[in-house]
C-alpha cells in the first residue's frame, strides 16, 4: 500500500493540538492594519482552532500529523 501523501498547503496553515484538533493563524491581520484597533490587533496574534466540522477534512489532508 503507498503512503498517503500530506497536503502541503494544509501543513503550513495547520498544526495538531494533544487533544486532537487542529489551529490555524488568523485571518485579517495582513494589510489595512490602520482602521484596526490595537486590541483587536492583539487578540488576532493568538491562534485559532479550526471549528469542529471542519477538522475530519483536516485529518484527511494531514494523515501523519
Not at 1 to 13: C, D, F, S, V
Not at 39 to 53: D, N
Amino acid at each position: 500500500m503507498p503512503k498517503i501523501k500530506t497536503n502541503r498547503g494544509a501543513a503550513k496553515r495547520l498544526r495538531r493540538t494533544g487533544n486532537g484538533g487542529f489551529k490555524c493563524g488568523q485571518s485579517h491581520r495582513r494589510h489595512i492594519l490602520t482602521k484596526k484597533s490595537t486590541k483587536r490587533k492583539r487578540q488576532l496574534r493568538k491562534p485559532a482552532s479550526v471549528h469542529p466540522s471542519d477538522v475530519r477534512m483536516a485529518i484527511r489532508m494531514m494523515p501523519y500529523s
